[in-house]
């Protein structure tokens, strides 16, 4: 089990209420779990990804600690603009991620 994080932006208030009821608001649009295991992390997104999915306004970022990921952190994103870890010159920086163009 790890600490997991979630944060929002500009999103319906459904998303709030569902998170608050898995995890903490320890700040306005800053929900975390301390020990959130790896089935419910991805059971929430799935419910998170489904409605945003439908409703496609503003952003979330998850981000918990995975050994196996660039910079041991996981991260998971919807909405835009999509973000990616990045190593340079040893150093973990988080960039842009380039976009689909829709023809």
């Known amino acids: 089990m790890a600490l997991v994080m ?4 500009d999103v319906a208030d459904r998303f709030h209420g569902f ?3 898995v995890m903490l608001e320890v700040s306005p649009n800053v929900f975390v779990s301390p020990r ?3 089935g419910v992390r991805e059971r929430a997104w799935g419910v998170i ?3 945003h999915g439908y409703e496609p306004r503003g952003s979330l970022v998850m981000v918990w600690r995975d050994l196996n990921e660039t910079g041991g952190i996981g991260l ?3 909405g835009t603009p999509p973000r ?3 190593e340079f010159d040893g150093m973990w920086l988080t ?3 380039k976009a689909a163009i829709d023809l």
Do not use: N
């Open 19 to 21: 998170l608050a009821s």
């Open 95 to 97: 960039r842009r991620a």
């Open 36 to 38: 959130m295991t790896k």
């Open 76 to 78: 998971a994103h919807l």
């Open 84 to 86: 990616e870890l990045v």
């Open 49 to 51: 990804a489904d409605w």
């Open 6 to 9: 979630i944060v929002t932006s």
